[in-house]
């Protein structure tokens, strides 16, 4: 029933920006965090940053902090992960996480490939 979909991976150069979606649905999210994560190669999950679904405060991991940043379009359902002065080391596959802020209960989706080269 609640599907996330995360779209826009690619390859880009070191330096470029990308920005990355994840599309929800079947739920109401009003009560969700929305969470991003990421898995470079040969490494353990790590995690990226995440927004409040309903007002939309924001918090990022040190590594990421001043160049990624989170949004979220109500109407489209849509989370974004902006991402701008990509280096190297942020090749990774990202994934989206909604966590319900009431029961606990989290979803995933299946990740988007973000290639970055040097």
């Known amino acids: 029933q609640v599907q996330l979909v995360e779209s826009g991976g690619g390859l880009v150069q070191a330096g470029g920006s990308l920005r990355i979606s994840c599309a929800a649905s079947g739920r109401t999210f009003s009560r969700y965090a929305m969470r991003w994560f990421r898995r470079k190669p040969g490494k353990d999950r790590e995690f990226v940053g995440a927004i409040n679904w309903s007002y939309g405060n924001r918090i990022y991991a040190d590594s990421v902090k001043g160049r990624f940043t989170i949004s979220r379009d109500s109407a489209k359902n849509t989370v974004y992960l902006q991402m701008i002065s990509l280096k190297p080391e942020d090749t990774a596959v990202y994934y989206c996480?909604?966590?319900?802020?009431?029961?606990?209960?989290?979803?995933w989706g299946k990740g988007t490939l973000v290639t970055v080269s040097s």
């Open positions: 996480n909604a966590q319900s802020r009431q029961d606990g209960m989290g979803y």
